[in-house]
Antibody, heavy 120, light 111 residues
Framework: EVQLVQSGPEVKKPGESLKISCKGS????????IAWVRQMPGKGLEWMGI????????RYSPSFQGQVTISADKSISTAYLQWSSLKASDTAMYYCARNRYGSGSFFDFWGQGTLVTVSS | QSVLTQPPSVSGAPGQRVSISCTGSSSNIGAGYDVHWYQQLPGTAPKLLIHGNNNRPSGVPDRFSGSKSGTSASLAITGLQAEDEADYFCQSSDTSLNGWVFGGGTKLTVL
């Protein structure tokens, strides 16, 4: 069974750093792209960026380029999303999702989400 | 402001049929990219509902169907059930952004 399990909720202060994780199981993690998707409170889904775990090829959405860093460690089947200096506007639910190419390019499995709250 | 435009809400009575539209442009749906749909039940992660315009993953009831034409796509739900009450998002790829784009989401209320 394919599963993506994300790290737990975080409460941080503005200016602090943070790294959240997404661990895959049930498939060959290194042969798929993993995306990160933001959902701000009461809002829609926003694609942030994506990484091919096998060689760490990364693409960022222009809206998030320079704001976050995506990485992965294929030896432990885990992808990461990190911030060097959080802002209150980073408060959101963050999902990782496996990208699948078949009938188009879509996200077939999703993590349960990591809620990040940034407040002074 | 999402790249793909969806109505904020739709509603229908149990047993009825509802449709949710998703309008894009020449850089995404109109460029020939497939459209995919996700269902997000309250308090849960999105779940793939339709891929490749009208393909249902295993386990998704055939009450759900999709279509695409030109720069738009639609999700239809027939035989509406209370458990269908959720947010629905469309998704495609976009050449201008060189990435993936979502609609703003549509909240389905079952009356």
């Amino acid at each position: 069974e394919v599963q993506l399990v994300q790290s737990g909720p975080e409460v941080k202060k503005p200016g602090e750093s943070l790294k959240i994780s997404c661990k895959g199981s049930g498939y060959t993690f290194a042969t798929y792209w993993i995306a990160w998707v933001r959902q701000m409170p009461g809002k829609g889904l926003e694609w942030m960026g994506i990484i091919y775990v096998g060689d760490s090829d990364i693409r960022y959405s222009p809206s998030f380029q320079g704001q976050v860093t995506i990485s992965a460690d294929k030896s432990i089947s885990t992808a990461y999303l990190q911030w060097s200096s959080l802002k209150a506007s980073d408060t959101a639910m963050y999902y990782c999702a496996r990208n699948r190419y078949g009938s188009g390019s879509f996200f077939d499995f999703w993590g349960q989400g990591t809620l990040v709250t940034v407040s002074s | 402001q999402s790249v793909l435009t969806q109505p904020p809400s739709v509603s229908g009575a149990p047993g009825q049929r509802v449709s949710i539209s998703c309008t894009g442009s020449s850089s995404n749906i109109g460029a020939g990219y497939d459209v995919h749909w996700y269902q997000q039940l309250p308090g849960t992660a999105p779940k793939l509902l339709i891929h490749g315009n009208n393909n249902r993953p295993s386990g998704v009831p055939d009450r759900f169907s999709g279509s695409k034409s030109g720069t738009s796509a639609s999700l239809a739900i027939t035989g509406l059930q209370a458990e269908d009450e959720a947010d629905y998002f469309c998704q495609s790829s976009d050449t201008s952004l060189n990435g993936w784009v979502f609609g703003g989401g549509t909240k389905l209320t079952v009356l």
